[in-house]
Structures are given as structure tokens and as C-alpha cells.
């Protein structure tokens, strides 16, 4: 049951004439929130401010049914230079994996003026940011509902050789801040794919972890490391702008889920939850 206000419900009851706009919420992992509105002037509501200055969002249709249904919101967000997005372009820092993770809360707002704050909003959607396409001037933001962290695969916990657990969560317990270095960009070629560092930990450290770009066009920006040999780092997904020496970034490595690695690069083995001595199923008798 959607929730509302008397003061809406006497509303939509007494008058045959009433106005609407849409309320976009996104929160993104960084914490910064932007807040946009359909309508053609500002909408402060609740005591925030829903501006119509930004990028245009436009959305598809909602749906509500009975039972447990993970839905889909697609939204079209069309953004010039001008609009930006934790501090870059919208569109360029969109692609770049700024709205990954985040959240976004779809609201209807009914006003009997649009020169007095809605009488009362409606929740329509509420999810997390799942895939994000474009072009130059347009990005497609498809959003999973909330619904989707029933997703669970059960058993939770089975009998596999690879840890069950994810690196750096309560259960592996690995600290990640003293595992974070800073580093600089001593070399590029131009193509955003791959980085040469200062940095000197042995080859594969950084495997399948993630680097941050703390400094230049890319900060803020953060990619999962594909590959680490002799200081160089290459991306799992290019940079749409291509790092600059001098560039200054942070790093933690990632894990492969086996036993040597959480032996030999986290000494962490009390809490590795793999069971690498069990047959396979091919073996098993």
C-alpha cells in the first residue's frame, strides 16, 4: 500500500483539477545527492529543493503489482556541458561509473498551484542503478528495484574450493585502508586502457582490485584493475579520458578466492572459508 497525507487524500477528493511532476532523488556512493524535478520551475519539498535547471529525465513506465517483482525503471537522461555530476560533466562521468551503485527514488508530487509546495508526493520507484549507456549528449540509466536484494542464491553457504567470502566484508575481515596505496602516473599512451605507475609491488598485487583517480580529469573516477605487471595497470573498462603523467591515484589489490592468495597476499587464512581438498564432482564417489 502506497502511503499519503490526509491533506492529499482531501485533495484528490475535492478537486477535479490538480498538478503534477515527477521527483528525482539519486544518491550516489560518494554521497552526494541530486535531486531534479520534471516540472518546468524548482519544487521544494519536505525541505529539498528539486531543481529544474539540471540535465532532462526522461522516464519509462512504472508498474505495480501484486506479490514480489524485481521491476525495472529505464531513464533517459539528456545533459549538456553545462550540467554536472559530482563536479564533472554529466554525461562523461555518468559513463565513467559515477551513478554505479547509486540510488534512485522516483516520487509523484500533486500540487494544487504551482506557485505553493506540493500538498503530497506518492513513491513510484525506489532502486539501485544496475547499467548505464550512451552517447555524447544522452545516457541510459536502467534501475533495478529494490526488490533485487531478495536475489539470494540458497544454500548461502556450500561446499566449493574458492572462499565464500567477499574480500574486505565482515567475514574476510581484511583491512582495506591498510591495504590502500597512493601512486602516481609516470607514463600513458593516450588510449585510457592502461597506466604506467610509481608503484613497485610484485605482478599480479593488484589483480582484480580497484584503482581511484584522485587528481586530473579522471578524479573520482574508479576502474577495476584487469591486470598488474611491473608497476603498469590495466583496466577492465578504458578510461573515457585518457590518465596524464603526473595523475595521482590510490589502489587496493583484489582476490582470486583461492588459498594461496589469502595466505601469501593477506595473511589472512583464519577466516579463508574455500574448501580447496574436496573432490570434484566429476571424482566424487
Given amino acids: 500500500m502506497k502511503s499519503h497525507t490526509p491533506e492529499l487524500v482531501a485533495l484528490l477528493n475535492s478537486s477535479t483539477q490538480f498538478l503534477m511532476a515527477d521527483l528525482f532523488t539519486i544518491r550516489l556512493i ?39 517483482e524485481v521491476d525495472t525503471l529505464d531513464l533517459t537522461v539528456m545533459a549538456n556541458s553545462a550540467h554536472l555530476l559530482d563536479g564533472k560533466p554529466f554525461v562523461s562521468a555518468a559513463l565513467s561509473g559515477t551513478l554505479d551503485g547509486a540510488s534512485v527514488v522516483l516520487e509523484r508530487a500533486f500540487l494544487s498551484d504551482w506557485s505553493l509546495p506540493p500538498v503530497g508526493a506518492v513513491l513510484l520507484f525506489s532502486g539501485r542503478v544496475s547499467d548505464t549507456s550512451g552517447t555524447r549528449s544522452a545516457v541510459r540509466v536502467i534501475v ?16 566449493q574450493a574458492s572462499c565464500l567470502n567477499t574480500v574486505y566484508d565482515a567475514s574476510c575481515a581484511a583491512n582495506k585502508a591498510a591495504l590502500t596505496i597512493a601512486g602516481n602516473v609516470t607514463g600513458v599512451n593516450g588510449t585510457g586502457q592502461w597506466l604506467q605507475s610509481d608503484r613497485n609491488e610484485t605482478s599480479g598485487w593488484f589483480d582484480q582490485g580497484v584503482i581511484e583517480f584522485t587528481s586530473g ?23 573515457i579520458n585518457p590518465p596524464q ?31 580447496p581438498y574436496i573432490p570434484i564432482p566429476e571424482t566424487a564417489t
Fill in 30 to 68: 560518494s554521497g552526494t545527492v541530486v535531486r531534479q524535478t520534471s516540472a518546468d520551475i524548482s519544487i521544494t519539498h519536505q525541505g529539498f529543493t528539486y531543481s529544474h535547471q539540471g540535465p532532462l529525465i526522461k522516464r519509462g513506465r512504472v508498474r505495480t503489482v501484486l506479490g514480489l
Fill in 144 to 159: 533495478k528495484s529494490d526488490l533485487e536484494l531478495l536475489n539470494i542464491k540458497l544454500p548461502r553457504n556450500i561446499y
Fill in 217 to 239: 580529469a579522471n578524479a573520482g573516477t574508479r576502474r577495476t584493475v584487469k591486470a598488474y605487471t611491473s608497476g603498469q595497470f590495466w583496466f577492465a573498462l578504458p578510461l
Fill in 245 to 275: 603523467v603526473g595523475d595521482t591515484f590510490t589502489a587496493f589489490p583484489g582476490c582470486d578466492k583461492t588459498k594461496a592468495t589469502c595466505q601469501g597476499k593477506f595473511n589472512n587464512l583464519p577466516q579463508f572459508r574455500g574448501f
